[in-house]
C-alpha cells in the first residue's frame, strides 16, 4: 500500500506515540475530574456539619 509511511508522520491520530499521549492526557484528566469531585463531597459535608452545629446551638438558645 503506497499509504503505509504515512503512520510515521508526527501528527497521524494511529501512530502509538500519539494514541499513548491521548491516553495520558485522558488519564490526567480522569484523576483531576475525581480530585474535584472529591473537593465538592468534602466542601457539601463540611457545609452540612455547619449547618447542623448552627441548629444545635440554636436548639440550646431555645431552651
Known amino acids: ?5 504515512l503512520n510515521k ?7 502509538l506515540r500519539n494514541i499513548e499521549n ?9 484523576s483531576e475530574q475525581r480530585k474535584l469531585e472529591e473537593l465538592r463531597k468534602q466542601i457539601q459535608d463540611e457545609r452540612e456539619k455547619s449547618e447542623f452545629r448552627l ?5 440550646i438558645v431555645w431552651d
Open 1 to 5: 500500500m503506497a499509504l503505509k509511511f
Open 9 to 15: 508522520k508526527g501528527w497521524h491520530t494511529g501512530s
Open 22 to 30: 491521548v491516553w495520558k492526557v485522558k488519564q490526567k484528566h480522569e
Open 55 to 59: 441548629l444545635q446551638e440554636q436548639a
